[in-house]
Each structure stands twice: as structure tokens, then as C-alpha cells.
């Protein structure tokens, strides 16, 4: 492989993407379209378009195709290296489509199960296991299919779930790129390709660090995790070149890590395995009081550790790969001491003990929600659904709901406890700059009747409260098209809940949260 060819590459993807950029950006303003509705999950306080995505599939596609007319058709006379480009494409089209809608997280996992088991039986696919140490080689046979899959698949959510503030998604599949144009030096036009796309990222980076001017969205995740899983496999000659598969796993070490941690903190809570939330490392980085800009580049230093582990591996060939692991695992130690994580990660026991307590509570919260949003469809003003919120948040313990809907307050106050004693929760309305919900947490609840929770459990309520008021407000809006007002709409009759003391602020005189 000729350095001028990778190149090549490079500038290609650059100015593909570099000029594909502006153009969407642009686009999605003069449509007023940016793709779905903001989500209480996004960090983002402003509407940002979603489609960078686009440019990093076509950069791909461009460089694939001049590459390959350049060398004779080269890059097709291998079927599973001829599905590396379609299979990305295609996985690309799956989260561009839940970028424009929402498709839910079951459909999504279903249409990345198909798309990887046609990658699979179009010739991707790990045949092999070579046992690590040895020369040893398994033939995996029946069990195939489901590894690829996974691994496709796991590979393509991993780039998607690190995918929470500006420009750390974009920046670690960069240094994945650089790793994999050096596994796949001996495979054809993959490593060309991969080059290329690291080219698109570098232009891409360009509009998406911080303060981003554009997202990658689900599309260019889905994109990048599927091609980085079928060139994985590719360059490990089907799983028998042990280093070529976990070479690229030490870079990934963030995601992983952070990827295990909500799978097992949603797990023990009774939450869905798929909702999103703001509990992940760069959300914790963010809410310590570190910037936007601090947070990523400290993460990129973290992931050049383990990217330069990555090389290591792949150089020696998976030798001393124990060594390797002892070192990383102590580099994730230091980092979470660092940042105090580890009293949370290491205190087991009282960790657990709150998870199960609040895992009753989390699903009585989400039956609650269940209803709430079959009111949303029904609910004639927003004053309504305000009201299902008290009744809501009455039933879960909380002391006071406050909630301000364009320059309109009220407050309701749900028991005889002094909030001034306990904490509260306050939620922005995404989409909406100067509206929020705030609960209330009072010490000594237990006048009212309703038991007392750890401030954990409470924040976890507070938090579905605010997605499932959010949701209903979303869709009372798109339905009725109307502001989003206490009054706004056809007056209904009233549910029978006290009516709230009602405040008029300008939008630069909001009280400030009280702690």
C-alpha cells in the first residue's frame, strides 16, 4: 500500500465532507428541519442538525468508488470486502430514518439484526476463534452467526451510546480510523476506505466540536460502528487473527466501560436497557462543572492511551496482551479516582441496596406514565396536562411541582412539609428555553402519608416524571400546533385539583433553583 494512495484518501473524505457540511447546515436552517424533536437526554440547549451523518456516508461511498475504478475493480472481487461499503450504507440508511422519525428502539434492533445477518451471510462473519497464546484455532460453526451478529451489532450501538457532547463520538472513530488503516494495511482497498473516511471525520470535526454546529446523529453512528465492525473482521481473516479483532476493543475501552455501567444500572433499577438518560460519564463530567470542551478533550487523552495499547497489541501480535490489560485496567482505575466515580463503582453494596429499593417505585412511575400519556392525546390545554403531572407527582411523594410555561408560573404545593428542608429536582422543557418542571422532596414527608426515599430514587422519579411530561407537552404540540401556554387551546373542564397560585415573570427572572 502506497502512503500516496491513503493520502489521497484523506484529502478525498476531507473535502467530500468539508463541502457536504456547510451545505446541510444550511439546508436544515432554510427548512427549519434538523431532524426529530430535541430529547431530555441531549445537552444541547439549542436546535442542532442531525444530518452530518450524510456527509460521512457519501465521503465513503466517493472514495470507494474512485479508489476502485482507479485499481481495476479491485475492491469487488472479494464478496465480504465488497460488503463493507454496502453494509455501512445500509445501516447508515436505518439511523437516518430514526433521525428524521422515531422508529423506537425495538424496530431499530430489529432492522440491526437483519442487516448484520445479511452481512453475515453475504461472507462477513467470524467462522473462527483463535485461542489467545496459542496456535490453537476453533471452528465456531453454528455459533457464527450469532458472534458476528453481536459483534456487528454491539459495534455499531457502542459509537452511537458515547455519541452525548460535542465532538467525542466524531474524535474517538477518528483514532479508530487511524488504528484500522494500520490493521488493514494487507487487505486491498479497506484500508483506502478507511482513510478516506478519516479524511471525512477530520472536516466533519471541524463543524461538530464544541460549541457544535452539527450532529452525526444516529445515521453516522450506525455508520461508523458497522464499518469499523465489518472491517474488524475483515482484517482478522475471519477471526483467526486474534489481535486484528481486540486491537480495536482498547480503543473502544470508553464506550465499553460506560456502555456495561447503563446496562447494569437500568438493569437493577427495573428502567428499559434502552432508554437513554443523562447518568453517562460525559453527562457526570459535564454536571461536575467541567466544560463542554475540557470534558472531550480529556476523553480524547484517554482513548490516545488506549489507542496507542491498540497499536501495541496489533504490533506484537497479541503478545503480552495480559500485560496490556493489567495496564489499561489501572489507567481506568486512576481515571475514576480521579474524577470520584470510584466511590459510587466500588461501594457495591449500598449501590444495590438503593437500585432494588427504587426498582419497586420505578415501575409504579412508569405505569403512572403509561397513563400520562394516553391523557397527552386527550388533554385539550396544557393546563390539563399540568394537572395530570400534580396527580402524578402527588402519587409519587414529592412535596411541590412547579412548572412555567412561557412566561407563566404556577406552583402547586402537595403537602404541609417545608421543601426548604429537603431538595429539589428541576427539568428544562426541551425545546423550549424558558420552561421547566421542578419537583420537591420535603425531609419529613411522612405527615403526608408517603414513606420516605433516598434522594437517588427521587432524582431517578424526578427524572421519569420530566421525560413523560415532556412527551405529552411534544405531542399536545404537534397535534394542536399552538404555544405552549397554560391557557392555550379549548377550555375543559377542570380535573378537580386545586388551582395553583399563578406567577407572571419576565423570561430574565426566573428563581433560581433552590438546593
Not at 482513510?195 to 472536516?203: H, I
Not at 452525526?216 to 460502528?225: P, R, S, T
Not at 465492525?229 to 482498547?250: E, N, R
Not at 409519587?396 to 402547586?412: C, D, P, S
Amino acid at each position: 500500500m502506497k502512503w500516496i494512495e491513503l493520502l489521497t484518501a484523506i484529502l478525498v473524505g476531507l473535502a467530500t465532507s468539508f463541502t457536504l457540511i456547510p451545505l446541510l447546515i444550511q439546508a436544515s436552517r432554510r427548512q427549519a428541519f434538523v431532524g426529530r424533536n430535541h430529547e431530555p437526554h441531549h445537552t444541547h440547549t439549542v436546535p442542532v442538525s442531525r444530518l452530518g451523518g450524510v456527509a460521512l456516508a457519501v465521503a465513503m461511498v466517493v472514495v470507494a468508488l474512485i479508489f476502485s475504478c482507479l485499481s481495476g475493480l479491485d475492491f469487488f472481487q472479494k464478496n465480504e470486502r465488497y460488503l463493507v461499503v454496502p453494509g455501512s450504507v445500509a445501516m447508515f440508511g436505518l439511523g437516518l430514518w430514526d433521525d428524521l422519525f422515531v422508529l423506537g428502539a425495538r424496530r431499530k434492533l430489529l432492522g440491526q439484526l437483519l442487516i448484520a445477518s445479511a452481512l453475515y451471510f453475504g461472507g462477513i462473519g467470524i467462522a473462527h476463534f483463535r485461542i489467545p497464546f496459542t496456535w490453537q484455532i476453533i471452528d465456531l460453526g453454528l455459533w457464527a452467526w450469532p458472534i458476528t451478529v453481536f459483534w456487528l451489532v454491539a459495534m455499531t450501538n457502542l459509537i452511537n451510546l458515547i455519541d452525548g457532547v460535542d465532538g467525542l463520538a466524531g474524535g474517538i472513530s477518528l483514532m479508530l480510523m487511524v488504528l484500522l488503516v494500520y490493521v488493514s494495511l494487507q487487505n486491498g482497498l479497506v484500508p483506502i476506505v478507511a482513510a478516506g473516511v478519516a479524511g471525512a471525520l477530520l472536516g466533519f470535526l471541524r463543524f461538530n466540536f464544541p460549541p457544535a454546529r452539527i450532529y452525526m446523529g444516529d445515521g453516522g453512528a450506525y455508520f461508523l460502528g458497522c464499518f469499523i465492525g465489518c472491517s474488524t473482521i475483515v482484517c482478522s481473516q475471519k477471526g483467526t487473527l486474534f489481535a486484528a479483532l481486540v486491537a480495536p476493543l482498547f480503543v473502544l475501552a470508553l464506550p465499553i466501560i460506560d456502555t456495561s455501567l447503563a446496562i447494569l444500572r437500568r438493569g437493577i433499577r427495573g428502567l428499559p436497557l434502552f432508554r437513554p438518560d443523562r447518568k453517562h460519564i460525559h453527562h457526570r463530567l459535564l454536571a461536575s462543572g467541567h466544560s463542554r470542551r475540557n470534558v472531550v478533550l480529556g476523553l480524547y487523552g484517554f482513548t490516545a492511551f488506549f489507542l496507542a495499547l491498540g497499536f501495541a497489541i496489533f504490533y506484537l501480535h497479541g503478545q503480552y496482551f495480559p500485560l496490556f490489560l493489567g495496564a489499561g485496567s489501572l489507567v481506568i482505575i486512576l481515571a475514576s479516582r480521579k474524577f470520584n466515580f470510584s466511590r459510587e463503582w466500588y461501594s457495591v453494596g449500598r449501590v444495590l441496596g438503593n437500585s432494588l429499593e427504587a426498582r419497586a417505585e420505578v415501575q409504579y412511575a412508569m405505569s403512572l406514565l403509561r397513563w400520562l400519556a394516553l391523557e397527552g392525546d386527550r388533554a385539550q390545554t396544557p393546563g390539563q396536562l399540568a394537572e395530570d403531572v400534580v396527580f402524578i407527582a402527588r402519587k409519587l411523594g414529592f412535596a411541590h411541582v412547579r412548572i412555567r410555561l412561557e412566561n407563566e408560573e404556577k406552583v402547586w404545593p402537595l403537602t404541609g412539609s417545608e421543601v426548604e428542608n429537603g431538595f429539589c429536582f428541576r427539568h428544562g422543557l426541551p425545546g423550549h428555553a424558558n420552561c421547566f418542571l421542578e419537583v420537591g422532596v420535603a425531609k419529613a414527608s411522612a405527615g403526608a402519608g408517603v414513606p420516605i426515599k433516598c434522594e437517588a430514587t427521587c432524582e431517578i422519579l424526578a427524572d421519569l416524571l420530566a421525560e413523560g411530561w415532556a412527551k405529552a407537552i411534544a405531542d399536545w404540540k404537534k397535534r394542536r400546533q399552538l404555544p405552549v401556554r397554560f391557557d392555550a387551546g379549548r377550555s375543559a373542564p377542570s380535573t378537580g385539583i386545586a388551582a395553583a397560585p399563578r406567577i407572571n415573570l419576565p423570561d430574565a427572572e426566573i428563581p433560581p433553583l433552590a438546593e
